[in-house]
């Protein structure tokens, strides 16, 4: 196992314990925790039943013949079933009253608005689905969007989704080349992009960066730009079209295509332990009732909501809980363009207070931000409209979780504290927000029909708060299926280091209430932001510059970002190590992933320390990084005086 160097020790000790209020819990869809732990003992007893009997409310073109048909590490759920994931979300809820309900209701930086119903969104994905037809593309083949958060992003996909193409969403902040090896990987055909969108107040270019990486991409045969920021593009004949041209001419009719069950929905690239990013594979069925339930019982959600998520859809949170568990559901979703602190640090709040938004589900960094810069900012707004509140991506230290529950959620909502992976496609472990007390720092208990543990290397159960692995026993409806055309990694990655179960990567406690706190990646994957950032990918990176011999990534803790990049980096040849290489060096790396994977700092070293094998030697590493001395075994280092010779640096 990766990162087995690093011991799992628990130093939290919280105690607090807020029980959900009265009128909640009567109003919620799971009401007490009686009600939640009969629905955990129901599915424990018969998971397929339990599922199965959730599944018949999406709409199915063609009942299943098996829940489950599990050869592991591979499951197919609802075996032989045909369903259509567009359909599910927009034209369930055209036969009655929602058909005129805002779907989406979007907001830009700059602040133009637009407002989608469930009709009108339904009009647009069948006529971008007619545009996709129209250009080539056909069931199976893959679509990559690269888009800022604008209304076409969810038009693009759900389009994608309506014909059984698979769509693989690339988030707006990665560089050209990662774009390229991603498209490369996914052989996509087509790509959606726009000339450009809004960040901070500047406009971020999209199609420039598309441009550059077709230039390594034979796959792709066309592309669709849409118009966001009149920013000047070239277009090439043949190959570019403006969306709006192809739009204006379209078909609103166009029906959702039965699909199998098990048809890939999409590949969402993900970091992993190596350099090489992870196509992360999603199907149609059983991703769709995950993110269905868990949105409905965890957000609580009813018909009156307004929910807004913060995430950008280029992560699976926007995917899974902004477009398809949401809509899916029917409510009322709300999408933001930009940053939480542009033009001012109470956008957020003015946008709660502006739609009246009731859910409200965010980032543990962004709280950490919002902290940082003072009541004073959601105080100037009525908040009042606020319900539920959620965060995702990181631990939550209880600091922030207090200030979310009393400066934004003024003590009256819930938090759920959403444990879950690109790979898991939906929440695992969290709280119901009407049945199980929250403890600051913890995101509680499983949910129904996920079987999760704390174990050993060996996969033997630990005591109650002795940390371990946190892994999952069964399978489960909105599991990654595989990764993209490397089925051998995925055994690799998840089913091998524990004998037969699914392996996340965290380490994680539960105690004597059965609660569980994540306590952060064991292996050589961080956590920054939010966002999962593999050290090897940005070891990669500043390898691949000319004055680089030998680089080692790791995290150090961030008061905003919970875990910030620092890299040692020994050098070429005759390179002399200078405050310009360090800055040139930085701009490699957002050069060569984006401008989330650029080091926080950069040391450059004579020597790395490594083990006699020759592997670097990151627990120590880590320690200089963030400053603390070093307590474990150095017994097993090649070169002693590389570690005093960076201490030196240091001081
Ligand atoms: O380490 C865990 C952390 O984020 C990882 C998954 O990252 P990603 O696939 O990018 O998905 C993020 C959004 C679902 C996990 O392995 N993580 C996510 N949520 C939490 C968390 N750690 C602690 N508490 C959480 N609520």
Not at 294 to 319: E, M, N, Q, S
Not at 337 to 355: A, F, M, S
Request: proline content about 6%.
């Amino acid at each position: 196992m990766a990162g087995g160097e690093k011991e799992i020790t628990s130093v939290l000790k919280e105690r607090r314990l807020f029980k959900p209020n009265k009128e909640f819990s009567q109003q919620a869809h799971i009401k007490s925790l009686r009600e939640y732990e009969r629905l955990c003992k129901k599915a424990e007893k018969d998971p397929e039943t339990f599922w199965g009997t959730l599944a018949k409310e999406l709409h199915w073109f063609k009942p299943w013949k098996k829940v489950l048909q599990w050869k592991p590490p591979f499951a197919k759920w609802f075996v032989g079933g045909k369903i259509n994931v567009a359909y599910n979300c927009l034209d369930r809820h055209l036969e009655g009253w929602r058909k005129n309900k805002a779907a989406i209701i979007w907001e830009g930086e700059p602040g133009d608005t637009r407002t989608l119903t469930y009709q009108d969104l339904h009009r647009e994905v069948c006529k971008f689905a007619n545009v996709l037809k129209q250009e080539g593309v056909v069931k199976g083949d893959r679509v990559a969007i690269y888009m800022p958060m604008i209304p076409e992003l969810a038009i693009a996909m759900l389009a994608c989704a309506r014909i059984g193409a698979t769509h693989s969403i690339i988030f707006g902040g990665f560089s050209s080349a990662a774009l390229r090896d991603r498209i490369n990987d996914a052989e996509a055909k087509l790509v959606v992009t726009a000339d450009g969108g809004y960040r901070k107040g500047s406009v971020i270019t999209l199609k420039e960066k598309v441009d550059e990486a077709l230039k390594g991409s034979p796959s792709v045969e066309k592309m669709v730009v849409v118009r966001r920021t009149n920013t000047p593009v070239k277009m090439r004949r043949g190959r570019d079209f403006w969306w709006h041209d192809l739009m204006k001419d379209a078909s609103d009719h166009c029906k959702a295509v039965p699909l199998d069950s098990e048809h890939p929905l999409f590949i969402l690239y993900t970091s992993g332990t190596t350099g090489k990013p992870k196509g992360v594979v999603h199907t149609t069925g059983g991703y769709l009732l995950g993110t269905t339930v868990t949105a409905r019982w965890i957000f609580d959600l009813k018909d009156t909501d307004t929910y807004w998520c913060t995430a950008d859809i280029g992560w699976v949170t926007g995917h899974s809980y902004i477009i398809y568990g949401i809509l899916s559901n029917g409510v009322t979703s709300v999408m933001y363009e930009g940053v939480p602190t542009y033009p001012q640090p109470d956008r957020l709040w003015q946008i709660v207070d502006k739609y009246k938004v009731n859910v409200f589900y965010t980032a543990p960094t962004a709280i950490r931000a919002l902290v940082k810069l003072g009541k004073a900012w959601p105080e100037r707004h009525d908040l009042s409209s606020l319900r539920l509140l959620g965060t995702v991506g990181e631990p939550i230290n209880p600091e922030a979780w207090m200030w979310y529950h009393t400066i934004i959620g003024k003590k009256k909502c819930p938090i759920v504290d959403t444990w879950w992976q690109t790979e898991t496609g939906s929440i695992m472990i969290s709280p119901l927000p009407g049945a199980i007390p929250t403890k600051p720092g913890s995101a509680t208990r499983p949910f129904p029909g996920i079987s999760v543990d704390v174990v050993d290397r060996k996969g033997a159960g630990v005591k109650p708060n002795i940390g371990g692995y946190l892994i999952i026993k069964r399978p489960w409806p909105s599991m990654l299926r595989t990764i993209w055309r490397d089925p051998k990694r995925f055994k690799n990655q998840y089913w091998s280091d524990i004998p037969g179960v699914y392996f996340t990567g965290d380490g994680a406690r539960r105690d004597r209430d059965g609660y569980f706190w994540v306590m952060g990646r064991v292996d050589d994957v961080i956590n920054v932001a939010g966002h999962r950032l593999g050290t090897m990918e940005v070891e990669s990176a500043l390898v691949s510059h000319p004055a680089v011999a030998e680089a080692a990534v790791v995290g150090r803790p961030d008061p905003i970002k919970g875990t910030g990049i620092a890299a040692f980096v020994t050098l070429e040849g005759k390179n002399k190590p200078a405050e310009k290489l360090k800055k040139a060096l930085k701009a490699h790396v957002t050069k060569e992933i984006g401008a989330i994977a650029r080091p926080d700092d950069i040391r450059f070293t004579e020597n790395l320390p490594k083990t006699r094998s020759g592997k670097i030697m990151r627990r120590l590493l880590r320690d200089i990084a963030s400053g603390n001395e070093t307590v474990g075994d150095t017994s097993t280092l090649e070169d002693y005086t590389v570690l005093a010779t960076l201490r030196q640096e240091d001081e």
